[in-house]
Structure formats: structure tokens, C-alpha cells
């Protein structure tokens, strides 16, 4: 316990699959990204919206979880920081991700969209329309480029001030860096509410804009910090095992990990069916019009396996004391919660596709899986980039010595 | 060893020890059982008094309200939920608050829970138990509310509406209530018994021994107790949510404006957990003068749950700023009229109130001297309580005062009567605390031991002793 | 008599390191031994090589099984015992279930797991123990870390023990003694105590439970459901003049449900009334059931005209001719309503939707049949019979 720092940690060199499998991830994806941009232009842009709001929860879950380890003082996260700081760098990447949604509703201020995406982008239909003509105020078009970029701007300058400040803590050791990040993370956490809430609300919720649903925010939430705890899991269990984290990393510190996967497992549930409760019970045409077409056909059975792969699944393989420390068991859970949370979003937003294309039956294909493909190896690839030169762990940070000693 | 001018507060590298000061173990036993040994001193009686007399308000205006008739109280058409669910919802939220220190922090391992633990769990079911009393005398009839609230077999196979938000109710607060109360007990056990083997009188000896079960601190009882107590505190967390959630679905399965919408159940959960922990910083605050408890409930205990409403205050205002938003976003007029309404109507009195209590003022926790002020603290901590019982009041008022046909619109008044049961709550409440803290530990001998700072052994033993040790505990 | 009744002995060690270690030693060599410790001490299961506790097991399946009988038992009471169309929800409305089917989960889970430990691994409640009242058990309540091993240990060598205790750093060492009244004491159904106390509860419980169910709920105010203040049959009224509290209807009232009939003569029926219904496939039903019921005694299965009655009252005549068909709906309703010649009147068995059902029927049958042409007996039978066949 005396002043000087006493944290052992040598840097290694990051494992060599890591940046080969997600540049060729990276490649193959952007292969089929560009041959689906070729062929069909709106579904390009419905599969890059589950690109984007991966990143996007990656990114500003990320953030999230480094506010919350300097807000709580919690010591068991404090050596999973840095992952979290390094995944950040997802934030590079939501322009790319969101540039064919962009783009259309940018066509669209001069009325000369591409396809048909975000209904409310049509000035005649708005004008017809006038619910969504009451709405125009907020959903227009460049009220929504605004937005989104001031919510990136946002999260560079959180990014910028709370992972700036811990890379710099690595040399100077100085303790009160934890303070000033505190303080930082105090005002970020009003900022993520807010900006979390109105990605959730203008890239899926406005896909049906008479639809609206005051938990929406929350909604995405549950999903997005079960998917950042499981990408940290991921990558903490495998850096772990391969010795790239520093040496005292327990049991304990992933019986945590995975406690808080299970948590927000769970949690997700409750928002999930609360929502839907409340809507069904109250049965009110102006609401129940965005499940009916997920309560028929193939969507119903996608959506009882909805519950499964969100939560049943996840539950189940973790529900045991002894699951939680399993390094195994670990990274399979967090691997199901990461596709699980796209196939959330999936399920979210792609009826209102089938609906654009008149039908009743689900559209996923070698489109989607190519966008999500490209998505999750540039999450990769940019992390394997960033983290080239940095410590996987927070050595300069004043509760290390405390964190790799934790015990629950 | 650590002295005391350690700065917990300013260096991130140590952590602040859960019991503050050097104890022996005895010491704790001492500290803990001390009231329960000695006669109360004036300050005790001081505050007993005046709490039984809220109590016996409470009491007449409830005994004039069974003779006379609910038509005592303002509720009336349209506004026929009115203060007796207000209070209801109050009261069970008080309760939330208990539970998250118990069972969320135990998993969190929040060591600093570990002090306040009990004393927050007693708070929970006496909330409950004063809760309990609004539905059932709004019953009508309270001496029959069995009949009609639980599915009985009868000859006219007449079953309870298991689709209704009210049974569900019945439910989750029983439920709530008998879990709660086991936990606690489940808690109460091995400090019975060291009461049993601390006792000298006949009578306390075989009290101490019957509530004890004839405990033996045998630790291959011990292995079971904790992993029950890890389970209790791993139902109870859901529990504490489903209780709360399943109180706002009351509201939020109706299709009245301001009623129905999604964010209710986190919303409610998080307002509950902001005034109960309101009301427990409030009791902490007067019963560690009481008690002269200082030492045993630091400060830095109350600056933490401080931390705690200012955080889920924030959380309130989101769902009210949400609310409002979605409200004009649906495009739905009755909608967005019944929030205008809230908000200018003519409670606008009522909702600023609410507003300013639980959004503005839990802003001044940001500066360390206000969090750490006794007298400030109590202060925001009552403007809290204020402020959630009128969200309360605002959510079941004005949705109902302006109903649908413009002729039915009313202006709701409580009555004295109303008022009255409502003081008389607390009188309950208080009361039963303040009998609490006298008759049984108020702090958890046993987990208070278990954190002092030789309380365990070394971990190196643990570790290279067998790989495997981890599991177990 | 000390060997025997010796129990165990124990010692008492001061840290929690030196505990541990105590019980590391004495678990490689003993299988009766216990420790005691004030609060739960990390690790000690290991050191004294338990197997975790299982108990997450047995809550996870109380709580699942009591889960789907709270299931089973709400589908049985709302939709097969007493199904109720409740705010336009199904019958078995899944969604609203979920709720209480969580609550029952947590409920049973948590209290009867705790009931279980506490009855069948504790075996609790247990003040008869030899350690209770023990010095021992008083110092690990306490500040003491105490580890025990019985005498019936196949192992147990007191001198043995007490030399390995001293050695391991106990700062006591002692033995426990059974109570002469523990070793002796054995459970007594007719203990005098026991069934006194036993019937003085039966009597408590009875004298209270008769108390409230016959008393205390006749009292005021319970009792204002029953004693309203409303005039009574019989009762002198203060309020009208003519001091009845019974009151004598209004002219012209009819009792809810019933629709005087209007018509004296079938002409007048014949003029006025039509017939209300339409004769779809559930009324028609109706009108077969009644018809059955009612008519064909006399009328014939099909209307036919042939009694069932053996000559014992003359037979009804065929409905199915044309003089029959050209009847008036209105005129075949007077006639059921009010009999015609030897027939009596229907109005006080067939209610006025089964009368207009009944016809309905006939006109089916009539239209089934047309006007028949004369026909031998047999014929008449063998067409009854074949119909009726149909017909069921």
C-alpha cells in the first residue's frame, strides 16, 4: 500500500490472428457490401443501419462503461478499462456505417432521393400526412443529419477528454486523472442518455414514424450494454489466456464480467416486455400497428425466437455460479450476445422493409450478413490498429494495484 | 495499520475500510447490542412520543373513515384513485429503496451497504406493512379484503381476474412483503443467537433461543447460509423491479392519457429507488443522533447514498423530459393535451412542485460540502420525499381530473381525513422503526464482522491452497 | 460416566488464519468435526473440504414447478372453470400472466428453500445441542474461531487430539459434556405439558375463529351491510300515508323480461304480429329442439301429423299441407300461444324467441316436404323413421 506504483505489466504484442482474421473479415465484407451497393441501393441501407447501430453501441458503450468504472470507483472494471478505451475508436467508424442512410436523406432535402427509406423524408407524404406533418419540427431531414452528427462530435469530444486523459495517466502515473475523469464522466452520463435515446429514436423508432414508444431509449440501451460488456468479455478472455492482460486477473474479476452480461441479459427482457405488455394490454390501434406484423407469418416465429436468442439462450448459459468463471462458457455467451443484439436490431427494423417491399416475409440475406460481416471486423480491425502501441490495461490508473487484487 | 489521517476520499489507491476505527470483534458486539441493553434515553422518548401521536391522528381519522364511510375523503368522480393509492405507491416506493441496499449492493459487493443493511431491510417491511394498509382499506370493507383479493375455492366458482393490474398488485406486494421479511430473518438468525449467548434474564434467554433456531455459527451451515443468502439477495433483485413495475402497470395498462405509456415501469422503479433512499438517508440521519450511532454510520456512508438520489433523480427527470417529449412526438392530441395540462393546467402548482423537488434541488448533491452537510442533506433528502409523493399525486390527479367529456372535469380537493390517514402513515412508519432499532441489532453483527479488516484470512492461502477455492465462495 | 457422556472436544483458536489452518489439519484425519466461526470465514469450506452447496438446485426447481401449476391453475380458473370475456383479452391471455407467474416463481423459491434448509439441512429448530450453553459456543459467538470433533469418531483419541489442537496454536482446549437430561430426554406424544398446551391452543384458536365469524362481524359497523336503513315487507311505513311499506306497482308495469300478449283472436295476430327472427342455422336448432320437445307428441317428427300417443288423444293434424303453409307466421304463433281446439297453450313453457324458432322450423319442414300426397300408413312410418335417423 505505499505511494509508489507496484503494478507489473509488460506489453506484448497483440495475437497475430486478431488483425489478419479481421483485415480479411474486413475485406470480404467490403466485397460484398460493394456488390450489394451495385445491385440494390435501399437494401444496402437497411443493412447498413444494423452496421451503424452496432458500431454505435460498441462506441457509446464503450464510453458508458468508462464513465461508469470512474463514477462508481468500481476496482474489478478498472483492468478491462482500456479495452473499452481502445474500442471507442469504433466511433471512426459510424460515418462509414451510416454514409448510404446519410447520403439518401441528404438527396432527399432536394427531394431526390434515391429509394425509399425513413417515410417521413417525402415532403408530399408529410404534407398529406398530418401527424407527421406535426412532427416536422424534429423529423425532417436536416434536423436528422444534425443531430447525428452533433451526437458524434459529441462522443469524439468524450472520447477525446476520458481515454486522452487515461492514455496520458500510463506515463505520468498521476492520480489525480481519476478525479478530473470522474468529473467528466458525471456530465457524459447526461450526455449518453440524451444521445442514446435520439439514435435509438431516429434511426429505428422513425422507420415507422406514427409509431412511438417513450421506452425506446431504454430499449436500445439494455441491448447495447449487454453487447459492450460481451465485446469486452471477448476480448479480456482472450488477451487473458493468451497473458496480454496483466498478471492477477481471477476468477473473480469474470464472475463480474459475466454477472453483468446475465444482468443486462435480464434486464433487456423486463424493457422488452414491459413494452410489449403494455402495448398489447392497451391494445390501441395507433400502437399496436408495429407489432402486428411481427405477430404474423414467419415474423411470429422469428419473434418467439427473439425471446430465445435474446434472452432464453443467454440466461440459461449463465444462470450457474460456475458458468460465470468459465472462460469458455464466457466466450461463448458473449459471442451469442453480440449476434443477438444485431439480430435485435434486425428484428427492430426490418419489417418496415418487408413492408416497403409489400410483403409479409423476412429479408435476410448475403446483403445482411455481408454489412454485419464488414461491421464486426472493422470493430476488430480498427481495435487491433489502436491498440497496436497502447497497454491492454490501465497501469497508470490509481486503483490498479486495488483491481488486480480484487476479491469478491 | 492505517491511521486516521488516511484520505479515503482523495486516494483512489487504498480502500476506505468498511468499519472505520480499530475494534475488537467484542467491541462490535458492545457497539451493536448496546441499545437493547440499556434503558432509552430522553432523546428515545422524545421522539417515540411524537411519532404515536402522528400514529394516533392516523388512527382516529381511519376509525372515523370505517364509521362514517369512505365519503369522508375527497375521492369522487372523476378523480376516484386519488390519496389512497397516491400514499399506496408512496410507501411501497419507500420500500424499494431498503431492498436495493440489501440485495443490489450485496451483489454489486457494495461493502459499505453491509452497515446500513439491516436497518434498511427494517425499513422495507415496515414501508410495506404501511403500504399495505391504503389498498386495503380502500377496499371498503378491510375485514373481508381477503374474500374478494385472493382466489379461494367457493361454491360459485367465482376466481379472481388473474388479467387484472390490481391482482397483480395483490401479488408482487405479498410476495414482496413475505420475501423481504424472510430475507431479513434469514439475516436476524446468527445475531439472535449471539443475543442468546449474550443474555442473562430467563426470559430474554428463551425468546432469544426460540427466534434463533438453536443457530450453532456450525460452518457447514454456514455454507448453505451464504449461498441462501446470495440466492435471496439474486430473487430479491428482480423482485424489488417487479414490484415497482408491476405497481406503474396500474397506471400504464389503462389507455387514460398520461396513463398509458411505456416508460412507466423503469421510470417508477427508479423513482422509487430515489425516494426511498431518500427516506432512509432521512431515518439514518435521526436515528444515529438518537442513538448516538455516529460512529457505527459514517458519513461517508450517508455521501454515497446521496451519491445515489442524485443519480436517480437524474433518472427521473430523463423519464418526466422523455414523457413530455413523446407526448408531443405521438401527435396524439389527448396526449399531448394531458401533459400541457400537467404542466399549466391547474395543478401546475402540484407538478412544479414535483419537478423543482426531484429534478432541481438534488442538484446541489453535486458539491461535496452539500453531500457531506448533515443539516443540508436532510433537507434535499426531505424535499425529495416531498417532491416523489406530489409525482405521485400529479401522475393519479391530473390525468383523472380532466377526463374524456369536458362535462365531467372536476378539481380534486383532499379532505382533512385524507390528510390525517397520511400523517398517520408516518406515525406507523416511525414508530414502528424506532421500536425497531430498541429491540433487535440494528446493524448486522455477523457481516460486519466478516468485513473488518482481520476479519478474513490472507488470500494467499486461499489461492495456492486449492485451485479451486473460488467456486465456493 | 464422564467417557460416556462425552460429546466432542474442542478448541478455540483466536485468527482466522489459524483456524484454517486447524481445519486443513484435522479434516485430512476426521470425518465428525465441525468449526465454528461468528461469521462465515472465506475458504473454509475448502479447508475443511466441503462440496458447495447445491441448494440453487432445489430453488430453481420449486420455483419452476409452483411457476407452471400458478400457470395451469390461472388457464383452469379463467378459461375452462368460469370463462370471462375480460377487456376484450383471450380467454388464456398469456401476456397478463406473466406477472404473477414471476411472482410465484420468486415467492415459492425463496420461502421454501429457506423452510427446507432451515428443517432438512439444518434440522432446525435445535436448542437441545450439546454446545448450547457451552463456554465454547459463548466465546465463537462471539470473537472465537472454535473447531470440534466428536466422540464418535472412529478415529477420536482425546489425548491425541488435544496434543494436535495445542500444537496447531489453540488457545484453549476443552471437552463438551451431553446434559444428563439430553441423553435421557426422549419425545413424548402424552407428555401432560405437550397435550395441555395442544388443547389450549384448539380451544384458542376455535373460541377466536367463532368469536369472529358469529359475533364480531353481527357488531357495528360490520354489520351495516345487513341492517340498511330500507323499509322492510310488512313493515309500518312512516312516510306514505297509507302506512304500507309495500308498495303497489304502477298501473301498466310489467315485470323485466316479459312482454304481455296482446293479440284475443288469431285474426288480429294473423294482421299485426311478423315474425322477428331469421331463421338461421342456430335458430332453426332452437326451433328443432322445441319442436321435438313439444309438438311431435301429436304433430308427428316431421310435422307429418303421426302421434306418437297411441290413440290416447287424437293426433295433430299435418302441418306440411297447403292449407297449412298458407298460415300466417303471426296466426301459427297465436295458435302455440293460446292452443286451438283440443290443443292447449304453449305460453307458459315456450318462450316468445322458441316460438318464432318453432316456426321457423315448420316452414323449413314445409318447404323439406311440400304438400304430400296421400299416403299409405306404412309409408307414413317408414318416412318418420328414415328422417329421424337423418335427423339424429
Known amino acids: 500500500m505505499g505511494a509508489s506504483i507496484t503494478v507489473e505489466y509488460v506489453k506484448k504484442a497483440l495475437p497475430s490472428g486478431l488483425i489478419k482474421w479481421s483485415s480479411i473479415g474486413l475485406i470480404v465484407g467490403l466485397a460484398l457490401v460493394i456488390f450489394s451497393a451495385t445491385m440494390d441501393m435501399q437494401r444496402l441501407a437497411f443493412s447498413s443501419l444494423l452496421g451503424y447501430m452496432f458500431v454505435m453501441s460498441i462506441a457509446m458503450g464503450a464510453l458508458f462503461f468508462i464513465a461508469l468504472d470512474h463514477i462508481t470507483g468500481s476496482i474489478w472494471s478498472t483492468p478491462f478499462r482500456r479495452i473499452a478505451e481502445i474500442l471507442t475508436n469504433a466511433i471512426w467508424l459510424a460515418p462509414i456505417m451510416a454514409a448510404p442512410i446519410l447520403y439518401n436523406i441528404f438527396l432527399e432535402m432536394g427531394g431526390h432521393g434515391m429509394f425509399d427509406m425513413y417515410h417521413w423524408t417525402h415532403d408530399a407524404v408529410v404534407a398529406a400526412d398530418p401527424f407527421l406533418s406535426q412532427k416536422a419540427p424534429y423529423l425532417n431531414e436536416s434536423s436528422f443529419i444534425f443531430r447525428t452528427v452533433l451526437i458524434w462530435v459529441l462522443m469524439i469530444i468524450f472520447k477525446f477528454i476520458l481515454v486522452g486523459n487515461s492514455y496520458k495517466q500510463d506515463k505520468t502515473f498521476n492520480h489525480k486523472t481519476n478525479k478530473v475523469n470522474a468529473a467528466f464522466s458525471a456530465i457524459f452520463m447526461a450526455v449518453f442518455a440524451v444521445s442514446i435515446t435520439l439514435t435509438a429514436i431516429d434511426f429505428m423508432m422513425s422507420l415507422e414514424p406514427h409509431w412511438f414508444s417513450t421506452i425506446f431509449g431504454i430499449y436500445y440501451f439494455a441491448g447495447t450494454f449487454a453487447c459492450i460488456v460481451a465485446m469486452i468479455t471477448l476480448i479480456a478472455v482472450n488477451f487473458n489466456e493468451k497473458g496480454l492482460m496483466i498478471e492477477g486477473i481471477n476468477k473473480d474479476h469474470y464472475y463480474s464480467l459475466g454477472g453483468w452480461m446475465f444482468a443486462f441479459t435480464t434486464f433487456w427482457m423486463y424493457i422488452a416486455f414491459s413494452q410489449f405488455m403494455l402495448i398489447w394490454y392497451a391494445n390501441i390501434p395507433e400502437e399496436t400497428f408495429w407489432y402486428m406484423p411481427r405477430m404474423e407469418g414467419t415474423w411470429a416465429y422469428l419473434s418467439i425466437a427473439l425471446i430465445f436468442i435474446k434472452f432464453l439462450v443467454p440466461f440459461g448459459l449463465s444462470i450457474q455460479r460456475p458458468s460465470k468463471t468459465n472462460p469458455k462458457r464466457l466466450k461463448l455467451v458473449a459471442m451469442w450476445i453480440i449476434g443477438a443484439h444485431i439480430y435485435d436490431i434486425w428484428w427492430v427494423s426490418y419489417p418496415t422493409y418487408s413492408h416497403l417491399k409489400e410483403t409479409h416475409s423476412p429479408f435476410f440475406g448475403w446483403q445482411e450478413l455481408g454489412f454485419v460481416l464488414f461491421a464486426i471486423s472493422a470493430v476488430f480491425f480498427v481495435f487491433a490498429i489502436a491498440a497496436k502501441n497502447k497497454n491492454i490495461v490501465p497501469i497508470g490508473d490509481a486503483k490498479m494495484e486495488r483491481a488486480i487484487n480484487f476479491h469478491l | ?473 | 460416566m464422564i467417557k460416556e457422556n462425552l460429546y466432542a472436544i474442542s478448541a478455540l483458536f483466536d485468527t482466522p488464519d489459524s483456524i484454517m489452518k486447524a481445519a486443513d489439519n484435522i479434516s485430512t484425519e476426521y470425518k465428525r468435526f465441525d468449526v465454528n466461526t461468528p461469521y462465515p470465514v472465506h475458504g473454509m469450506d475448502d479447508a475443511m473440504k466441503l462440496t458447495p452447496s447445491r441448494i440453487g438446485y432445489f430453488t430453481i426447481s420449486i420455483g419452476l414447478f409452483c411457476m407452471s401449476f400458478m400457470l395451469y391453475f390461472m388457464y383452469w380458473s379463467n378459461s375452462v372453470d368460469y370463462p370471462q370475456v375480460i377487456g376484450g383479452k383471450p380467454f388464456f391471455a398469456f401476456p397478463a400472466y406473466v406477472p404473477i407467474m414471476f411472482e410465484i416463481t420468486i415467492l415459492t423459491g425463496a420461502v421454501l428453500s429457506v423452510a427446507m434448509m432451515i428443517s432438512v439441512l439444518f434440522k432446525f429448530p435445535n436448542n437441545a445441542h450439546p454446545l448450547h450453553d457451552s463456554g465454547y459456543m459463548k466465546a465463537v459467538s462471539s470473537d472465537k474461531y472454535g473447531i470440534y470433533v466428536e466422540a464418535k469418531d472412529s478415529n477420536f483419541d482425546y489425548s491425541k487430539l488435544e496434543k494436535q489442537f495445542k500444537e496447531l496454536g489453540a488457545s484453549s482446549v476443552s471437552p463438551i459434556y451431553y446434559d444428563e437430561e439430553e441423553v435421557d430426554w426422549k419425545p413424548n406424544t402424552w407428555d401432560p405439558k405437550f397435550v395441555i398446551g395442544t388443547i389450549g391452543i384448539a380451544i384458542l384458536t376455535s373460541f377466536s375463529v367463532y368469536m369472529h365469524m358469529n359475533k364480531v362481524l353481527f357488531m357495528v359497523p360490520f354489520d351495516w351491510m345487513m341492517n340498511q336503513e330500507r323499509a322492510d315487507y310488512g313493515e309500518t311505513s312512516e312516510f306514505f300515508a297509507d302506512g304500507y311499506s309495500m308498495r303497489v306497482a304502477p298501473v301498466g308495469t310489467i315485470a323485466r323480461g316479459f312482454i304481455p300478449y296482446q293479440y284475443d283472436s288469431p285474426d288480429s295476430a294473423s294482421k299485426y304480429m311478423t315474425n322477428p327472427t331469421v331463421a338461421s342455422e342456430h335458430n332453426l336448432e332452437l326451433g328443432q329442439r322445441k319442436f321435438l320437445t313439444y309438438c311431435s307428441p301429436c304433430h308427428g317428427n316431421m310435422a307429418e301429423g303421426a302421434s306418437r300417443l297411441k290413440g290416447n288423444m287424437p293426433p295433430g293434424p299435418d302441418l306440411r299441407t297447403e292449407f297449412y303453409q298458407n298460415f300466417t307466421d303471426g296466426r301459427f304463433y297465436h295458435t302455440i300461444t293460446k292452443g286451438k281446439g283440443i290443443m292447449a297453450g304453449y305460453e307458459s313453457q315456450i318462450t316468445r324467441e322458441e316460438r318464432w324458432a318453432i316456426i321457423n322450423y315448420i316452414r323449413t319442414l314445409q318447404k323439406a316436404f311440400g304438400t304430400p300426397v296421400v299416403k299409405t300408413e306404412e309409408e307414413i312410418a317408414e318416412n318418420s323413421e328414415t328422417k329421424t335417423e337423418a335427423s339424429e
Open chain 2, 1 to 473: 495499520m492505517h491511521t486516521e489521517t488516511k484520505d479515503y476520499d482523495n486516494d483512489l489507491r487504498i480502500a476506505r475500510p468498511i468499519v472505520e476505527g480499530k475494534r475488537t470483534l467484542k467491541q462490535i458486539d458492545d457497539a451493536i447490542i448496546a441499545p437493547l441493553d440499556r434503558l432509552p434515553n430522553i432523546k428515545f422518548w422524545i421522539a417515540i412520543s411524537f411519532t404515536l401521536t402522528l400514529l394516533m391522528v392516523g388512527a382516529i381519522a381511519l376509525g372515523l373513515s370505517f364509521y362514517y364511510g369512505t365519503g369522508l375523503w375527497g375521492n369522487n368522480n372523476p378523480v376516484g384513485w386519488a390519496l389512497p393509492i397516491v400514499n399506496f405507491v408512496f410507501w411501497v416506493g419507500i420500500g424499494h429503496a431498503g431492498t436495493l441496499i440489501s440485495a443490489i449492493l450485496f451483489l454489486l459487493r457494495q461493502r459499505w451497504r453491509n452497515g446500513i443493511a439491516r436497518f434498511a431491510e427494517a425499513m422495507t417491511i415496515f414501508a410495506v406493512i404501511t403500504a399495505l394498509i391504503f389498498p386495503i382499506i380502500h377496499t371498503g370493507r378491510p375485514w373481508v379484503a381477503a374474500v374478494y383479493l385472493l382466489p379461494y375455492p367457493n361454491q360459485h366458482s367465482l376466481w379472481v381476474n388473474f388479467t387484472s393490474p390490481l391482482l397483480w398488485d395483490v401479488f408482487a406486494v405479498s410476495t414482496y412483503f413475505t420475501v423481504s421479511f424472510v430475507f431479513w430473518y434469514v439475516g436476524l438468525i446468527p445475531d439472535f443467537a449471539v443475543l442468546r449467548d449474550r443474555a442473562t434474564g430467563k426470559i430474554k434467554k428463551l425468546l432469544y433461543s426460540v427466534f434463533s433456531l438453536g443457530w450453532r455459527f456450525s460452518n457447514r451451515h454456514w455454507k448453505h447460509y451464504e449461498m441462501m443468502y446470495l440466492i435471496l439477495a439474486g430473487m430479491a433483485t428482480p423482485l424489488v423491479l417487479s414490484v415497482h413495475t408491476i405497481v406503474s402497470f396500474d397506471f400504464a395498462v389503462s389507455i387514460l392519457p398520461g396513463w398509458h405509456t411505456t416508460i412507466f415501469p423503469p421510470y417508477f422503479v427508479a423513482g422509487a429507488i430515489f425516494s426511498g433512499f431518500a427516506m432512509v438517508q432521512n431515518s439514518l440521519v435521526i436515528i444515529r443522533k438518537i442513538f448516538d450511532m455516529e460512529d457505527l454510520i459514517p458519513i461517508s456512508t450517508l455521501e454515497l447514498m446521496n451519491k445515489i438520489i442524485l443519480l436517480t433523480g437524474m433518472m427521473v427527470g430523463y423519464a418526466y423530459t422523455m414523457e413530455f417529449f413523446i407526448a408531443w412526438y405521438s401527435g396524439n392530441q389527448p396526449e399531448t393535451f394531458a401533459f400541457v395540462n400537467r404542466a399549466f393546467g391547474p395543478y401546475a402548482w402540484a407538478y412544479w412542485i414535483m419537478f423543482s423537488c426531484n429534478v432541481f434541488i438534488p442538484q446541489l448533491f453535486w458539491f461535496k460540502k452539500v453531500r457531506r452537510n448533515l443539516f443540508l442533506m436532510f433537507i434535499i433528502a426531505v424535499f425529495v420525499n416531498v417532491g416523489m409523493w406530489f409525482e405521485r399525486f400529479v401522475i393519479t390527479v391530473t390525468s383523472l381530473s380532466r377526463d374524456f367529456l369536458p362535462s365531467s372535469w372536476a378539481y380534486y380537493t383532499p379532505t382533512i381525513t385524507d390528510f390525517a390517514i397520511l400523517i398517520g402513515s408516518f406515525g406507523l412508519f416511525f414508530t414502528l422503526v424506532l421500536i425497531f432499532v430498541r429491540v433487535l441489532p440494528a446493524i448486522a453483527i455477523a457481516e460486519i464482522k466478516a468485513v473488518t479488516e482481520q476479519g478474513q484470512p490472507s488470500h494467499t492461502h486461499l489461492h495456492i491452497g486449492n485451485g479451486k477455492s473460488n467456486e465456493a465462495h
